[in-house]
């Protein structure tokens, strides 16, 4: 949005509206059942979702909120309205009654650094299985924008969220080292436990993206009983961008010797990455140089991406020598998970999009089935039509994605594994393969 009409709109807001944007966000227990989350979106935007993975955004229109598809921005037909008094919604034909959770706010310590969460009961005084949430590689404050943490008190599952380091109200400075990251998690399930009290049962962690390293380093460092990891990564940083490169470049329709050479280009530019993170003196950018200039003119350059390749490749020596200390976050980019995974010995659920074009499946749903073969109590579930994030999505004629929903099934997956029950046959269309027989 242009500057004067971002202005204009900011004036032409009423009191009455913002306060009802505030006053809508929780998660609603509807006539037939369901549930509808409602959370804060960009602009005085609300995004609703929907524990079947229906999702779209909602934007005031008069006396009411109308709704789009997805992220599409289509409009759906949906007309919903906010009793902020009553504490009700009327979510087109079905009325809708605000949950009224149990939310304490706390702070606490991990490693001299004070961290800032939230722990959201289910109503009620019985005990209730605990999921801690982790964060991905974002920026954000978590209790701004995880909806898990109103979606699992709404199925009869705790959740703690926190503020990692560098974001939010949490203090220090933004990093990725997973190492300390995972400590962070510790001393987060660890106030979980004396926030929960009686009423913890059992406790598990949620690592998404990023994550997905993290939560299994924090899993052989106390005692937990399960643990979840979504879109995540059994294989390194490095290997997740030169499997990205592959992936992406194979969607295009390009053939081996097309993705070798992309690839060639992704590895100069990880030498480089790498000592970016590291905040150490730039290194590879000669030989990044070098072979930009023997493929730049190829009538593929220019869908070469992968995850991180595509932030250096467009930059010249100078830019990257200038924007550097900016991503000196620590990341460890030859990090093998595969010992650590080894080493857990708790159950675990691999949650994956089979279309995740950040994060490709393929290689880490390989080796998460040979440790399932090896005798580890792993469930994998594959989307086959999801892609990172776990949402759905429509291809434009230009290839880019448009998000419409989560890929049905997910939230569900994770709220029975949470609980510990035995899981249904199917979620979705996922592809399960679930742990070895014992003997």
Not at 358 to 365: F, K, L, V
Request: net charge neutral; hydrophobic share 40%; proline share 5%.
């Amino acid at each position: 949005m242009a500057r004067a009409a971002l202005i204009a709109a900011l004036l032409m807001a009423t009191p009455t509206a913002a306060a009802e944007s505030d006053c809508a966000q929780g998660a609603y227990r509807l006539s037939d059942g369901g549930v509808i989350d409602v959370a804060a979106a960009s602009e005085g935007a609300l995004r609703w979702r929907g524990l079947d993975g229906a999702s779209g955004e909602l934007k005031r229109d008069g006396d009411h909120w109308a709704g789009t598809t997805g992220w599409t921005g289509r409009p759906d037909g949906l007309t919903v309205r906010f009793d902020c008094a009553a504490k009700t919604m009327q979510f087109g034909e079905r009325k809708g009654q605000q949950i009224a959770f149990e939310t304490r706010e706390t702070s606490f310590t991990s490693h001299g650094t004070q961290l800032v969460g939230r722990l959201v009961m289910p109503p009620g005084d019985g005990p209730v299985p605990i999921v801690v949430l982790l964060h991905g590689a974002e920026f954000s404050s978590a209790r701004d924008s995880n909806s898990l943490q109103r979606m699992l008190p709404a199925a009869g599952i705790g959740a703690f969220v926190y503020d990692k380091r560098g974001t939010g109200a949490s203090g220090d400075k933004y990093t990725q080292v997973f190492s300390l990251l995972a400590d962070d998690a510790v001393a987060a399930l660890a106030e979980t436990r004396r926030m929960a009290g009686a009423r913890g049962t059992r406790f598990g962690f949620q690592g998404p993206s990023q994550g997905g390293w993290i939560a299994p380093l924090a899993a052989t460092r106390t005692q937990v009983d399960f643990l979840i990891v979504s879109f995540g990564l059994a294989v390194s940083v490095a290997d997740e961008d030169r499997e990205a490169i592959a992936f992406q470049m194979g969607l295009k329709g390009y053939g081996p010797d097309v993705i070798a050479k992309a690839q060639e280009i992704g590895a100069a530019a990880t030498r480089v990455f790498e000592s970016v993170v590291a905040g150490e003196t730039i290194e590879g950018i000669d030989e990044l140089d070098s072979v930009r200039t023997r493929y730049r003119n190829a009538p593929w350059y220019k869908d070469v991406h992968g995850n991180f390749t595509h932030v250096i490749l467009d930059m010249t020596a100078e830019e990257i020598r200038a924007k550097a200390p900016a991503y000196a976050f620590g990341t460890p980019v030859h990090y093998d998970p595969m010992p650590t995974l080894r080493a857990v010995r708790v159950p675990q659920l691999w949650a994956l999009g089979g279309q995740d074009i950040d994060a490709p499946a393929g290689e880490t749903a390989r080796r998460i089935k040979g440790l399932i073969a090896a005798g580890q109590p792993i469930t994998l579930a594959v989307f086959p039509k999801a892609e990172h994030g776990m949402t759905e999505f429509e291809t434009a004629p230009d290839g880019s994605r448009v998000s419409t929903r989560f890929t049905p099934g997910y939230f569900r997956l994770l709220i029975d594994y949470a609980r510990g029950a035995p899981l249904a046959s199917a979620y979705g269309d996922a592809e399960i393969t679930r742990p070895a027989a014992k003997k």
